[in-house]
């Protein structure tokens, strides 16, 4: 295992002892991480104890489909946006029996991007309970690798802090 995957693997681990503890279930709707949060937290030993539901939506199409992001914000907004985000993560939990939730959107690389949203402009959302969601963006740098993975990475450590602060 890699540094940066037993990185991960560390993050996962430690947000489902902080979900078990709490008898939590989480909720993942990725788009540009394509599963790999789902893919890390299912790698933890005994995570279908608190690991419930993940929606890959790629095109606007499932995330309204699959999530219920209202398409008039895709159009005005676009996917990789605050409120595509919010309604990502919004939907994460009311279509699952999650009461904690990850949704990711962004462009991951090496083509996507444009002046307003450059490759690396990844928005990131938690959701817990009737708590109103949190929402942050981030702009990493390096190839389509690097950005997914540092990607999983902050949206794993956000859901510890969420979980410390409520």
């Not at 295992?1 to 709490?22: F, P, Q, S, V, W």
């Not at 005994?46 to 939506?57: L, T």
């Not at 489909?65 to 595509?84: H, N, P, Q």
């Not at 985000?85 to 009311?94: K, N, Q, T």
Request: charged letters at 25%; aromatic letters at 8%.
């Amino acid at each position: 295992m890699t540094d940066a995957n037993a990185e991960l693997h560390a993050a996962a681990a430690e947000l489902g002892a902080k979900m078990l503890e709490r008898r939590l279930k989480l909720a993942v709707a990725e788009s540009c991480t394509g599963g790999w949060i789902c893919k890390v937290v299912t790698e933890v030993p005994g995570s279908s104890d608190w690991f419930d539901a993940g929606f890959v939506a790629y095109s606007y199409e499932a995330k309204e489909a699959m999530l219920g992001v209202d398409r008039r914000i895709l159009e005005r907004y676009g996917a990789v946006s605050e409120d595509a985000v919010l309604e990502m993560v919004r939907g994460a939990l009311s279509r699952s029996r999650a009461n904690v939730a990850i949704a990711i959107t962004g462009i991951a690389g090496p083509t996507g991007g444009t002046s307003d949203k450059p490759v690396g402009t990844v928005w990131v959302a938690w959701g817990f309970g009737h708590h109103p969601p949190e929402a942050a963006m981030f702009q990493f740098s390096g190839d389509r690798e690097q950005v997914r993975q540092d990607t999983v990475k902050v949206a794993l450590r956000g859901a510890q802090e969420m979980l410390d602060r409520l």
